[in-house]
């Protein structure tokens, strides 16, 4: 008989059956190892197969006005989204989704055969919720939802420049909501779920972080003096026919900006029709040459200087001044060939304004205007605000003295306007500009000289209160003190004037007895009836004022004119700037 082969090397089958019995205690000792000691591995596996974390959206801060009315909140809506790889298996659902989305059946099933071999699609965002479980409903497999917030603005288009608007993640994109958007951003939270491999929910399990809401913002603006200046604003564009325009307020003791309006402007809650040109916030990013409305600040300079008193004469006649070349003009006849410092004013009188600032010079001009803040940015963070430019040169020769002394050959935006009458309305002092809401008065800075800051608003009080003054200015039971102002449009992308076209100005306070409000009013190129400012933009500034100082309950100072202002007929000069 034949032996067995291991018979002959038994060594040999002892150590293979020893090697077969240490892998089989090494499996055993892993199972033991794995179910028993250290279970948490296999756990830790199986979570990482199925246990998602699944964020929480953050409810973005509510943006109000001052007296706490909304001006933007947020809301939340339901975003689909689909699996195009696993919806692939129920095509027959694809006409019943298409209807319940309210979308071409065609159009929806040539884009999920497009992308079959993705994962992720967005199907339709910003639903309301009850929209969104309608279609959630239908169960058909590789839809689901996700829980989102979108921003609504109660107010429309009346605050939309200074508000601004969110994308469709809800980051801020324009205005406040740009600007503050790490202040109103919430943080979002954590939940913790099971998902099958088809990513289909099985169990929620907990809130690992909760969302944090992003923080309430009040801003500085009236609602109701949003309104007011947007309607009125309006209002003139149309009438004159012209191409935009801008109106600011602005508390004078507190630096608040209470209303920022422009023309044109879009509704942030629909902006499928919006076009670029609307987004402007033309009251901090379009800049133009100030024309006769900075003639305040030249006289400013020349009471500082010394040197000239309001009752100092000027010779105008007759009503041109040669410079070489250069021929400074007055737009119309004055009163009369010799003209006071009030008269200069009230007149508009360039060559009246430009002998004054020769005899002070240019640089004494050029502080002045510093120190109100032209051509330096105003400190609101606010995106997209422009500087200005106001020069400054070695050697003020006589025509760039003169031109800077009425408004020429510099450039503001109507924030900058506002906030430099803000400051001679409250008698020479400066605070800063805020378009949040204060609760205290802001520290100011004493820019111009409290006594000639006075002096300049008794002169602008008769600018507008004179027999030759800008009577469409006037508001009915108040004294009131400003300076209309008529600038030639520069052409763009090269040196000098477009034709016939104008910006028509206005800038102002009141009331007098105890100045709290400035405005400025830019009407961009009016091309009905006229173009000064004194006629286009002087009646938009009474009838703001006059409803500014109503709704703020101001007690009025001049009752005694109204019966005058009723009987007067028809006024025939006061129109230029």
């Not at 279970?39 to 596996?45: A, I, K, N, P, T």
């Not at 105003?378 to 605000?385: A, K, R």
Request: aromatic letters at 8%.
């Amino acid at each position: 008989m034949m032996k067995l082969e291991g018979a002959l090397f038994p060594w040999r089958f002892r150590v293979v059956l020893g090697l077969l019995a240490l892998m089989v205690g090494a499996i055993c000792w892993r199972i033991i190892d794995l179910q028993v000691i250290d279970h948490d591995f296999l756990q830790g596996q199986g979570d990482a197969r199925s246990l998602r974390h699944i964020p929480i959206p953050a409810h973005r801060g509510l943006i109000t006005d001052r007296n706490g009315e909304p001006l933007a909140v947020s809301t939340p809506v339901t975003t689909l989204w689909a699996n195009p790889k696993e919806m692939q298996l129920s095509r027959d659902k694809w006409p019943e989704l298409a209807a319940a989305l309210k979308q071409d059946p065609k159009v929806l099933s040539a884009r999920l055969q497009a992308q079959a071999n993705k994962e992720f699609i967005y199907l339709v965002r910003g639903l309301t919720p009850e929209q969104g479980q309608v279609v959630l409903d239908l169960k058909i497999p590789g839809v689901y939802g996700i829980e989102e917030f979108r921003r609504f603005y109660p107010a429309g288009d009346v605050a939309a420049h200074m508000v601004g608007f969110t994308d469709l993640d809800d980051h801020g994109r324009e205005g406040v909501e740009l600007a503050y958007n790490e202040w109103l951003a919430g943080v979002p939270g954590k939940r913790q779920v099971i998902k099958d491999r088809r990513g289909r929910l099985i169990k929620d399990i907990q809130v690992t972080k909760n969302a944090k809401a992003g923080k309430t913002l009040a801003l500085s603006i009236d609602l109701r003096l949003q309104y007011l200046a947007t309607r009125e604003l309006r209002n003139a564009i149309t009438e004159n026919e012209a191409k935009a325009g801008s109106l600011v307020i602005m508390d004078v003791k507190t630096g608040e900006v209470l209303a920022m309006v422009n023309q044109p402007t879009y509704n942030p809650n629909n902006r499928r029709s919006m076009f670029p040109a609307a987004m402007r916030n033309r009251a901090i990013i379009d800049v133009f040459e100030p024309g006769s409305t900075v003639k305040p600040l030249s006289m400013s300079a020349a009471l500082e200087s010394g040197r000239w008193k309001p009752t100092d004469k000027v010779e105008v006649y007759p009503g041109t001044l040669q410079l070489g070349r250069y021929t400074i003009r007055d737009v119309s006849k004055s009163e009369g060939p010799i003209l006071d410092l009030t008269g200069i004013l009230i007149n508009s009188s360039n060559v009246g304004m430009s002998k004054i600032a020769f005899d002070i010079g240019g640089e004494a001009i050029y502080r002045v205007m510093s120190q109100l803040g032209l051509g330096q940015y105003t400190g609101l963070g606010f995106p997209g605000e422009r500087v200005g430019n106001l020069p400054n040169h070695r050697e003020w020769r006589k025509a760039e003295t003169a031109t800077l002394s009425y408004g020429y050959g510099l450039s503001v935006t109507a924030l900058q306007l506002v906030h430099a009458y803000a400051a001679l309305a409250n008698d020479g002092k400066m605070v800063p500009l805020s378009i949040l809401k204060t609760d205290k008065l802001p520290d100011s800075t004493q820019v111009i000289p409290e006594q000639t800051a006075k002096t300049i608003q008794g002169m602008l009080q008769q600018v507008i209160e004179a027999p030759r003054g800008v009577f469409r200015a006037q508001v009915p039971a108040y004294h009131v003190g400003g300076k209309s102002g008529t600038a030639r449009k520069a052409t763009v992308g090269s040196k000098g004037y477009t034709e016939n076209a104008y910006r028509s100005l206005f800038a102002g306070f009141g009331p007098m007895s105890n100045p709290r409000y400035a405005i400025v009013v830019v009407i961009d190129e009016p091309s009905k009836g006229g173009y000064y400012g004194g006629l286009v933009s002087a009646p938009v500034f009474s009838k703001v004022m006059s409803g500014t100082l109503r709704l703020m309950n101001i007690p009025p100072d001049n009752l005694e004119s109204i019966p005058q202002q009723q009987a007067v007929a028809a006024p025939v000069k006061g129109g230029r700037g």
